[in-house]
């Protein structure tokens, strides 16, 4: 028998089919698991949700009703007590008094071990909580039965020492007898939580506690017996201030050592709320002290305070605790130190003593201790500095500002002294005799640590500004004469120019910028101040703006900071011109033309600089000295106009350079300016007296722009120009009852309609024309108006109709003349 196809050929193909049988049989059983998960998943959802109301989940959770239960009844329990110690107290005798007391007492605390051994420990914590407030009822039993006649304030100190002591012990007891308990994933630990447990090498101070409000409670007690103790024996303020400090002396080394949290924040807020209270006591003390006596004992209550706050900085677990609490530290040894030399030195020197005592704290920079708390010490310098800076900042700010009122008397006489030439506007501050010494001391300070320090430039630039502010108070201060103080003033602009030209190849680049900027703004500073108290005296104004004005020169030419300098000079330049003009006796019009000496001076200056940085600021001060010699001169119309014209020239002078071309529009204006108030002051009424000028020289440059630019609108080359003269001649033609005005104004339009027809321009067609109609319009009114008096009264109205007919026609034959075309180009398509 022969087979086709041969044997392995078939069995090659039979094992083909049952491999995709196998695959196809898979990839039914998969979808038919998916099915059936699918119809579970709908008999699961309800057919009709809507109908149904939503469950809701308990809206306590059971620890949480626990809580409650447990809380509510403590209270109400302690509440029993209470009312029984207090109303029912006396249907009982002494055993029996004892006897329910006691016995109701020592069940209460006896009970919770009980109820640890079940594993209740909440309910263990509710009974305890009863039991301790029964002991204080005990305390308070005893006192009204027992002692009756011992004092309340000693007794509560005693019961206090007496139930923190047992509280404690009871705490630390039952932790010790508790035994195990098993929780419910069959984990063997004691009754208290996992944080209240001793962790492995926790040290000696760990102990297994069981319950957690006896040791917190213990502790609150505990704030109470000195305290108490003190107030019964009658203490004095520092000795009750003492005790507050030890507390929380005391309450800060619980917190520190303490692992539970419980006990910890009530620790810290026995802390805080003692050490609060402590410290202000203290300070109070401290400047209150009439003298070196009190002022010790509270330097030593401060003291005690400091070294609690820097115990805990140097214990302390995180870094910004440490930092705050070393600053604290710190503050308070520098208002205890303070606080002693105060009582033993005059008022003037108390900022100076607690200014000494704050820069000693950074003679911690270089010792070992931590990093937080070098920089918290560190800090509170700053912030002492910072204080003593603020207290010379009224004698400063009077020093810099008071001259000002001397714009008011100016050349009214010279002062007694220096401190006469601040005070002719604002009273002088009292303690200030120390105030250079304040602010030299803090200059030195900042530059000492500008050399060690990162931030090296921003305390260079702080000393820097400091130094300036020590000699500017010094005349003042030292009550100098007049002429010295005004003598050292300059000498500190001196000072500050030098410091800022010197300080750029003696540095690097980056304390370049910084420290000579500022320099040279405290001597601009200083120039304005030492200026403003020169006023008091004819002499003293022109010799120190002289100087002033020759030392921003000098200062502009020498160095690189001409882009301050320069324009300075220039103003102290301009503040001398108008101080001779007044010397003089000259009026202001005529001091104007002095004036502008600075401007034209200023453009000269700016033409030699070239694209200098110190160019733009020079011609943005000449143009200022421009303006303030036009407004001196704007009282008199010829000074005025002369004034404007100079200005004019200057301006054209700058408009030479190629990139100052713009500021010839700025010369034109004043050149026109002050030709039309020339006239003004001539009292030439014409018009074009006033635009003719204007007109030719622009259309003169309407002719170059042409020829320079042929594709240029005659509207731009000569529209503004023809316009100038055109517009105010034609309004003038209207109201002018003469026949020369019409009869030239229409002479030079018909001139101009003919020259824009020959050259084709629209600009003179169209304004020639439309002028000259206008004054013919003009001179035939008369005639018009005879005419239209003659027509009839129908008249008017039929020339409008047949006006708008013509109009109608005219417009439905372009629509007919459209609508051919529309056609034509239809039949081609």
């Given at each position: 028998?022969?087979?086709?196809?041969?044997?392995?050929?078939?069995?090659?193909?039979?094992?083909?089919?049952?491999?995709?049988?196998?695959?196809?049989?898979?990839?039914?059983?998969?979808?038919?698991?998916?099915?059936?998960?699918?119809?579970?998943?709908?008999?699961?959802?309800?057919?009709?949700?809507?109908?149904?109301?939503?469950?809701?989940?308990?809206?306590?959770?059971?620890?949480?009703?626990?809580?409650?239960?447990?809380?509510?009844?403590?209270?109400?329990?302690?509440?029993?007590?209470?009312?029984?110690?207090?109303?029912?107290w006396g249907h009982l005798g002494i055993a029996g008094r004892s006897l329910v007391l006691g016995g109701v007492t020592l069940a209460a605390l006896a009970t919770p071990v009980a109820l640890l051994r079940r594993g209740l420990r909440a309910t263990a914590e509710a009974v305890a909580g009863l039991g301790m407030a029964l002991t204080v009822l005990d305390a308070y039993a005893l006192h009204e039965v027992v002692l009756p006649g011992t004092g309340?304030?000693?007794?509560?100190?005693?019961?206090?020492?007496?139930?923190?002591?047992?509280?404690?012990?009871?705490?630390?007891?039952?932790?010790?007898?508790?035994?195990?308990?098993?929780?419910?994933s069959g984990d063997r630990s004691t009754a208290g939580d996992a944080e209240d447990r001793p962790s492995a090498g926790a040290g000696a101070g760990a102990v297994r506690v069981a319950l957690r409000l006896p040791l917190p409670f213990a502790l609150v007690a505990a704030q109470l017996p000195l305290l108490l103790w003190v107030s019964a024996l009658g203490a004095g303020v520092e000795t009750v201030t003492a005790v507050v400090l030890v507390t929380a002396a005391a309450d800060t080394a619980v917190a520190l050592r303490a692992r539970m949290a419980p006990i910890r924040i009530v620790a810290l807020v026995g802390a805080f709320g003692w050490g609060a209270w402590g410290v202000l006591a203290a300070g109070w003390l401290s400047w209150a002290a009439a003298g070196p006596g009190a002022a010790a004992r509270a330097a030593a209550l401060l003291a005690l305070a400091a070294a609690t706050a820097l115990a805990v900085a140097r214990f302390a677990p995180k870094p910004g605790l440490a930092l705050g609490t070393a600053l604290t530290g710190g503050l308070l040894m520098v208002a205890a130190l303070g606080g002693v030399l105060r009582s033993v030195l005059p008022d003037v020197w108390t900022v100076p003593g607690y200014l000494l005592c704050g820069v000693a704290l950074l003679a911690v920079v270089r010792t070992g201790v931590p990093d937080p708390v070098r920089r918290g010490l560190v800090l509170s310098s700053a912030v002492v500095q910072a204080v003593a800076a603020l207290t010379a900042f009224p004698a400063v700010a009077v020093t810099l500002l008071g001259p000002a009122g001397w714009v008011e008397r100016i050349w009214?006489?010279?002062?007694?002294?220096?401190?006469?030439?601040?005070?002719?506007?604002?009273?002088?501050?009292?303690?200030?005799?120390?105030?250079?010494?304040?602010?030299?001391?803090?200059?030195?300070?900042?530059?000492?640590?500008?050399?060690?320090?990162?931030?090296?430039?921003?305390?260079?630039?702080?000393?820097?500004?400091?130094?300036?502010?020590?000699?500017?108070?010094?005349?003042?201060?030292?009550?100098?004469?007049?002429?010295?103080?005004?003598?050292?003033?300059?000498?500190?602009?001196?000072?500050?120019?030098?410091?800022?030209?010197?300080?750029?190849?003696?540095?690097?680049?980056?304390?370049?910028?910084?420290?000579?900027?500022?320099?040279?703004?405290?001597a601009l500073v200083t120039s304005v101040t030492l200026a403003l108290a020169a006023l008091a005296t004819e002499s003293a104004t022109l010799t120190v703006l002289a100087a002033s004005t020759v030392l921003f020169a000098l200062a502009a030419w020498r160095t690189d900071l001409g882009p301050l300098t320069a324009p300075a000079a220039l103003v102290h330049g301009t503040a001398l011109t108008c101080a001779i003009g007044a010397s003089a006796g000259w009026e202001p019009q005529h001091t104007a033309l002095l004036v502008l000496a600075v401007p034209a001076t200023a453009a000269l200056l700016a033409a030699r600089l070239g694209a200098s940085p110190m160019t733009v600021p020079v011609e943005a001060t000449g143009a200022t000295a421009g303006l303030l010699a036009i407004a001196l001169s704007v009282t008199d119309a010829p000074m005025l106009a002369l004034t404007l014209a100079l200005c004019g020239v200057i301006a054209a002078g700058t408009a030479v350079r190629p990139e100052r071309r713009h500021v010839g529009y700025a010369a034109a204006v004043l050149l026109v300016l002050a030709s039309w108030v020339r006239l003004a002051a001539w009292e030439?009424?014409?018009?074009?007296?006033?635009?003719?000028?204007?007109?030719?020289?622009?259309?003169?440059?309407?002719?170059?722009?042409?020829?320079?630019?042929?594709?240029?609108?005659?509207?731009?080359?000569?529209?503004?120009?023809?316009?100038?003269?055109?517009?105010?001649?034609?309004?003038?033609?209207?109201?002018?009852?003469?026949?020369?005005?019409?009869?030239?104004?229409?002479?030079?339009?018909?001139?101009?309609?003919?020259?824009?027809?020959?050259?084709?321009?629209?600009?003179?067609?169209?304004?020639?024309?439309?002028?000259?109609?206008?004054?013919?319009?003009?001179?035939l009114a008369p005639y018009i108006a005879q005419v239209v008096d003659a027509l009839p009264r129908w008249a008017p109205p039929a020339l409008a109709g047949l006006v708008l007919l013509a109009a109608g026609a005219t417009y439905e034959q372009r629509l007919r003349d459209a609508r051919r075309v529309r056609d034509v180009f239809g039949k081609m398509t």
């Open positions: 028998m022969t087979h086709f196809p041969s044997p392995a050929e078939e069995l090659r193909l039979l094992d083909t089919e049952l491999r995709q049988l196998d695959a196809r049989r898979a990839v039914l059983l998969t979808r038919r698991a998916w099915l059936v998960n699918a119809l579970y998943a709908q008999a699961a959802v309800p057919s009709h949700p809507s109908t149904r109301p939503p469950a809701r989940g308990p809206e306590a959770t059971a620890p949480g009703v626990q809580n409650v239960l447990l809380i509510l009844g403590g209270v109400l329990l302690t509440v029993a007590a209470i009312a029984f110690t207090l109303v029912s309340g304030t000693g007794f509560a100190a005693a019961a206090s020492a007496v139930l923190a002591a047992s509280w404690a012990a009871y705490g630390l007891a039952v932790g010790a007898v508790a035994p195990p308990v098993v929780d419910g009214s006489g010279a002062p007694d002294d220096a401190r006469a030439v601040v005070t002719v506007g604002a009273p002088w501050p009292p303690l200030t005799a120390t105030v250079p010494l304040v602010l030299a001391v803090l200059a030195g300070v900042l530059a000492l640590a500008g050399r060690t320090t990162a931030w090296r430039t921003p305390a260079v630039v702080g000393a820097l500004v400091l130094g300036w502010a020590t000699g500017l108070v010094f005349p003042a201060v030292l009550e100098l004469p007049y002429t010295a103080g005004l003598v050292v003033q300059g000498a500190l602009a001196v000072a500050a120019l030098v410091v800022a030209a010197l300080v750029r190849p003696a540095a690097g680049k980056r304390l370049q910028d910084p420290v000579a900027l500022t320099a040279a703004l405290l030439v009424g014409s018009p074009e007296a006033y635009t003719l000028p204007v007109t030719v020289p622009a259309l003169a440059v309407g002719l170059l722009r042409r020829r320079r630019d042929p594709a240029a609108s005659s509207w731009t080359a000569y529209g503004p120009g023809l316009a100038a003269t055109l517009l105010p001649s034609l309004a003038a033609a209207w109201g002018d009852a003469h026949w020369l005005r019409p009869l030239l104004l229409g002479t030079a339009a018909l001139a101009l309609t003919l020259v824009g027809a020959r050259h084709r321009l629209q600009a003179p067609l169209l304004l020639g024309g439309v002028t000259l109609a206008l004054v013919t319009l003009h001179e």
